[in-house]
């Protein structure tokens, strides 16, 4: 028989209303459930535990409790990523063949982190003090996505150089997802203070990243050396996207890295090789020696990448 499904809404962490929440019904009402795509959008509830989680549910089609505000977020933002990568890049979700998404929310207790497992997204409920839930941030989901979608392509290897890249993939099309700020992560991070991030793709210092080649960290690839400073070192590729866009302009960026990133930049790419993928993929769009291949390579010139 036909699935059932239904436009609800629901209200996040911050205490916005997210509608329409696309919703399939289910035994006991109505589940998130996404059917709009190809790829079915599932939203699970891991309960604060860290084994398994059921799909999140309502007796009706408001999602309008407290334990449900983190999967509201995360259901309505993972729709909004899928929306960006196919009417934007026409790739039919992470894997381009209309993949499943699938997201864990509460995951564990007072968990400060959010990730890419391979197979699902996983989000922490913050501690309150340095996150709230994680799943809250449309940046935070498109990061996240974005893992998904760098390893189906350019599949960067998450150490050093390559590592410092995947990294500034997903933060560059975070912003790309969340246009309004430079900062990533802002509407979860320190909920107690405003107007600060995680990392900040236009002043990477400002949150003791590098944003020259000069002050490239190099760190052990070990857990604790953060695999060589992927976290840190993405300051550098971080500040030359945030040079780009602001030369010119989000729409014709965002082809420049969707190209390079699934056509040119393989798994052990360094950051002298994304200058010279993106510089193709400049080239390839816009022309030969046209402005937006020498603003790229401005860019990449400007934070010591020559
Ligand atoms: C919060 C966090 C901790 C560890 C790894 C990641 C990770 O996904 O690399 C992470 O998420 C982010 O960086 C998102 C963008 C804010
Ligand atoms: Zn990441």
Do not use: C
């Given at each position: ?239 030359a996207a945030y040079l780009t866009i602001s030369k010119i302009?989000?729409?014709?960026s965002?082809?420049i890295y ?20 993106l ?16 603003e790229v390579?401005?860019a ?7």
């Open positions: 028989n036909k699935i059932e499904h239904i436009a609800g809404s629901g209200v996040g962490v911050n205490g916005d209303t997210k509608k329409p929440l696309n919703l399939t019904e289910v035994s006991n009402g109505y589940g998130l459930q996404d059917e709009t795509h190809t790829g079915t959008i599932h939203t699970y509830d891991a309960k604060n535990g860290t084994s398994n989680a059921t799909l999140m549910t309502d007796s009706d089609t408001i999602f309008n409790d407290k334990n449900q505000a983190a999967g509201v977020d995360a259901h309505f933002n993972a729709a909004k990523t899928y929306d960006y990568y196919l009417n934007t890049h026409q790739r039919d979700s992470y894997d381009g063949n209309g993949a499943e998404i699938n997201s864990i929310v509460h995951y564990d207790k007072n968990y400060n982190n959010a990730f890419w497992n391979g197979q699902y997204m996983v989000y922490g409920d913050g501690d309150g003090q340095t996150f709230t839930s994680l799943s809250a941030a449309d940046d935070v989901v498109a990061h996240e996505l974005t893992h998904a979608v760098t390893e189906h392509s350019a599949h960067l290897v998450y150490e050093n150089q390559p590592g410092a890249l995947n990294e500034s993939m997903s933060d560059v099309f975070g912003y790309f997802v969340d246009p309004d700020d430079w900062l990533m992560g802002e509407d979860v991070y320190t909920p107690g203070k405003d107007g600060d991030g995680l990392r900040s793709l236009s002043n990477p210092e400002q949150y003791n990243q590098p944003a020259h080649m000069n002050a490239y960290q190099d760190l052990p690839n070990t857990e604790q050396g953060d695999y060589g400073g992927v976290h840190i070192n993405s300051g550098i590729p971080n500040k302009g989000k729409e014709k965002e082809a969707y190209r390079a990133l699934t056509q040119y930049l393989s798994s052990n790419a360094s950051f002298l090789d994304a200058k010279f993928a510089k193709q993929a400049a080239s390839d769009i816009y022309g030969a020696n046209s402005t937006e291949e020498q390579v401005n990449w010139n400007s934070v010591g990448v020559s």
